[in-house]
């Protein structure tokens, strides 16, 4: 039977011969050889689509593929020179990393590890910005900032290894009832140490809020996230480190030269901290405080400030704390604490921070 098919096979391709072949000569008796050339395309043209039409349908569509989900970032090939186990599933979705849970296997420390961001326009401005945020924690050493402890490439990827914080952000931490004031200051002057720092080393952080601030299980506080960090010092052409946002928006936090995309420095980390406090103290975003009062996201005077502070008393704040925060979050930063240490200073003083006073608007 196999012989009797080949032979079958070898007399239907002399008959599709013989056809196309007679067709040809037909042809060339009738029209002349313009027509002969278009016949002979159009037979080519017949099979090689039929050709096509059999190979698509042996392949899946993409629809009919599967999304596979994305695996954890040591599952590759060169997984075994990772001296890290990772969770097969991420921990949590940042605005520009990816954070796994995963475990040092020579010191059996638990860490976090962060991957860039995947899936968007902007991948390769995610990758640029958690390179550049690892260098800058490899300059900072302080109790008071989350450590760095490794940086690797696997499988073409960037990862960075951080200490994992037994704790939780001070947005978490108090969802439904204000800490006491008290734990606020303490709290606060903690990170204005941190953030002395961090300005004495030419970087700003610009996204100082309540989900970056980290209070672990021992009390302390841990400034986290460096992903939105500038270098005040830096003038070079190196692209990593040029700065693509020109504009920073943090519904609620919203600080003022970083929301309108205007120049800032370390006063607007001071800005941060201080909405961070009021949203600590309220459970109310600081912008939609100023909203209510002024009808702005933030005072714009002297006066106003007062006016702000006299509502943060009425809400039970002692008046040395709702002053310095007033003034902390004014629209201008040359009308707010010159630097951390001076915010500091005012906000633990046992005397009281002497408030600028309203007649000081009619000189500027």
């Known amino acids: ?13 002399s008959m599709m011969f013989d056809t196309d072949s007679l067709i040809v000569i037909i042809t ?13 395309m159009a037979i080519r043209r017949i099979r090689t689509g039929h050709a096509a039409t059999g190979e698509a349908k042996a392949t899946p569509t993409t629809a009919e593929k599967k999304e596979k989900p994305s695996p954890a970032p040591n599952q590759g090939k060169s997984s075994v020179a990772v001296r890290y186990d990772i969770q097969p599933q991420p921990y949590k979705q940042g605005g520009m990393a990816t954070i796994w849970l995963a475990s040092d296997r020579q010191t059996g420390r638990s860490c976090i590890i962060k991957t860039p961001r995947r899936g968007t326009t902007l ?14 924690l490899k300059r900072l050493d302080h109790p008071g900032i989350v450590k760095y402890v490794d940086d690797y490439y696997l499988n073409g990827e960037f990862h960075l290894v951080l200490e994992y914080l037994e704790g939780e952000t001070m947005m978490a931490s108090s969802p439904r009832t204000s800490p006491p004031e008290e734990m606020v200051i303490e709290g606060a002057c903690q990170i204005l140490d941190a953030l002395a720092y961090i300005h004495t080393e030419g970087i700003i952080h610009r996204d100082i809020n309540p989900k970056n ?5 021992d009390g302390s506080v841990k400034i986290i996230d460096f992903g939105t960090a500038k270098d005040l010092r830096y003038t070079g052409a190196d692209s990593i480190s040029k700065d693509p946002f020109t504009q ?19 006063r607007c980390d001071l800005c941060g901290l201080a909405q961070s406090c009021m949203y ?32 943060l008393v009425s809400l039970g704040i002692t008046k040395r704390t709702a002053r310095c925060l007033a ?4 629209f201008s930063p040359d009308s707010r604490f010159i630097n951390a240490q001076a915010m500091q200073a005012a906000l633990s003083s046992a005397n009281g921070y002497l408030f600028k006073p309203v007649e000081a608007l009619s000189q500027q």
């Not at 039977?1 to 391709?13: F, I, S, T, V």
């Not at 060339?28 to 002979?40: E, F, L, M, R, S």
Request: proline share 4%; charged share 20%.
């Open 1 to 13: 039977m196999a012989g009797h098919d080949h032979r079958q096979d070898q007399y239907q391709d």
């Open 28 to 40: 060339a008796v009738c029209t002349g050889i313009p027509a002969i050339v278009a016949i002979v």
């Open 123 to 136: 991948d390769n401005l995610y990758l640029d910005k958690l390179i550049q945020e690892a260098s800058f």
């Open 213 to 217: 601030l980290m209070l672990r299980s």
């Open 248 to 266: 920073i928006a943090n519904r609620g936090f919203d600080i003022p030269e970083l929301f309108l995309g205007g120049d800032s420095d370390g």
């Open 280 to 311: 600590l103290l309220t459970l109310r975003h600081p912008n939609e405080i100023c909203g209510d009062l002024f009808k702005a996201n933030w005072p714009r005077t002297y006066a106003e400030a007062g006016v702000l502070a006299e509502h």
């Open 327 to 330: 003034q902390a979050v004014l």
